[in-house]
C-alpha cells in the first residue's frame, strides 16, 4: 500500500531587527547552502541599509520544529527617479530566494508578493536563485556569469590565460608597477578615488563612499582592497568579497593611465594569486551583459558565461523599473555625465545612485 507523502508545515515570518541571534541563525545557513552568496549574508544586507537609508527585511522559512528551511534577504528601495522595488539584494548582481525545498521556495516567494502589497511596491526584484511559479518573470537571455578555477601556483595561473590576454599582462608586469592589499584609511580613499573616475568616465554616477565602507567594515576579514600604483599613483583599484573559497572582484576601476599600463591586467591577475594565497580556489568575475565589452574582456580571460535567470514580479499595469546604464533611454543622459567635472560628478552622483538599488 503506498502512503501519500505529507509535506511539512511551514511557516514564514519577517525579521526587521538586527537581532544578533537570528542573523546568526542567517549567516549559518547561507554558510551551509551550496548555492549562497556574499549578498545573502547580514553583512550585505544591513551595510546597504546603513549607507543607502533603505530598509531591510529577512523572510525566514521555517518548519514546525523552528528549523530554518530557507531565507530571502530584502532590501526596500525607495527612489524618486527610479521608483520604489523589493531588491534581493540591493546594490548586488545576486542574491534571490535560498532554500531547501520548492515548497520553501514558493512560500517565501508568494510572502515577498504579499509583502509587496501590502506596503505598495509595484515590483519585486530576485536577482539570482531559482524563479518561483505562477506570475513571476525568468528574465533570461540578458546577463551572464563568469567563474573559473584558480591555478595552483602563479606560473600556471599565467599559463591558463589565453595567449592574447597573457601577453598584455607580461607587458603591464615590465611597467614597474606595484600592488598593494589592505583595508585601511589609505586602500579605501585610494580606491574610492580610482573608481569614482572610471565610473564618471563611463558616465554613470558613483555610489557614496559610505557603501564601501559599511560593506568593508561589515564582512571584515572577508573583504579586501588591492590597488595598482604606477610611481607611488593609484591607476587602478578593485574591492573584493570572499565566500565560500571564491574572491569575486565587485567593484574596480582605473584611471585613463590604466589601459596605458596594463594596470587593470596586472590587478585581476594580482587579485587571482592573492586570492589563492587566501586560500580561494575560485574567480568569480561577476556578471556581464551579453554584447557588452566587459563580456568580451572577461572571455578573453579564458572564462565561459553561464547564463544568468533573474526573477521579476510586477503588479498589473505596472512596468519593471529600468536601472540598467546601457538602456537606450539613458544614452544622452550618459553623453552629459561623461563630460561633467569630477568634482562635479563625485558630490551629485551618490544623490542619484543610491536610489539605484
Not at 540578458?142 to 601556483?153: Q, T
Not at 561633467?340 to 558630490?347: E, H, I, M, Q
Request: charged share 25%; proline share 6%; net charge neutral.
Amino acid at each position: 500500500m503506498n502512503m501519500a507523502f505529507k509535506l511539512k508545515s511551514l511557516t514564514v515570518r519577517v525579521l526587521d531587527r538586527p537581532d544578533a541571534k537570528e542573523l546568526a541563525r542567517i549567516e549559518a545557513f547561507v554558510s551551509a547552502c551550496p548555492e549562497g552568496t556574499a549578498f545573502h549574508r547580514p553583512a550585505w544586507v544591513l551595510s546597504v541599509s546603513k549607507a543607502c537609508g533603505h530598509e531591510w527585511r529577512y523572510l525566514l522559512a521555517e518548519d514546525d520544529s523552528g528549523a530554518l528551511q530557507g531565507i530571502l534577504p530584502l532590501n526596500l528601495i525607495h527612489s524618486a527617479l527610479f521608483g520604489r522595488a523589493l531588491v534581493s539584494s540591493g546594490f548586488a548582481v545576486g542574491g534571490g530566494i535560498l532554500a531547501n525545498s520548492d515548497q520553501a521556495i514558493q512560500s517565501l516567494a508568494d510572502e515577498a508578493w504579499n509583502f509587496a502589497e501590502r506596503y505598495s511596491f509595484p515590483t519585486v526584484e530576485l536577482r539570482g536563485g531559482p524563479v518561483p511559479d505562477h506570475q513571476w518573470q525568468n528574465k533570461q537571455g540578458v546577463y551572464a556569469g563568469f567563474v573559473n578555477p584558480l591555478a595552483e601556483d602563479e606560473e600556471s595561473q599565467l599559463l591558463a590565460i589565453p595567449r592574447k590576454q597573457r601577453a598584455e599582462i607580461r607587458k603591464g608586469l615590465a611597467n614597474g608597477l606595484t600592488v598593494r592589499v589592505g583595508t585601511g584609511e589609505q586602500d579605501r580613499a585610494d580606491h574610492y578615488a580610482v573608481y569614482a573616475e572610471s565610473v564618471r568616465n563611463l558616465g554613470t554616477p558613483v555610489f557614496p563612499k559610505a557603501l564601501f565602507e559599511e560593506i568593508l567594515d561589515g564582512f571584515g576579514e572577508d573583504a579586501d582592497i588591492l590597488t595598482v600604483l604606477h610611481d607611488g599613483k593609484p591607476v587602478a583599484s578593485v574591492l573584493s568579497l570572499y565566500h565560500q573559497q571564491t574572491v569575486m572582484p565587485y567593484w574596480g576601476g582605473g584611471t585613463w593611465d590604466a589601459r596605458r599600463f596594463r594596470a587593470n591586467d596586472i590587478m585581476y591577475f594580482s587579485l587571482m594569486n592573492h586570492a589563492r594565497e587566501r586560500g580561494c580556489h575560485k574567480f568569480d568575475f561577476g556578471r556581464s551583459k551579453y554584447g557588452t565589452g566587459a563580456f568580451s574582456f572577461k572571455k578573453n580571460w579564458g572564462f565561459e558565461p553561464e547564463p544568468l535567470s533573474y526573477a521579476i514580479r510586477t503588479a498589473d499595469g505596472e512596468e519593471a523599473r529600468d536601472v540598467n546604464p546601457l538602456s537606450p533611454k539613458y544614452r544622452a543622459k550618459i553623453a552629459l555625465w561623461q563630460r561633467l567635472p569630477l568634482p562635479v560628478a563625485n558630490l551629485v552622483g551618490p544623490m542619484i545612485a543610491k536610489g539605484l538599488g
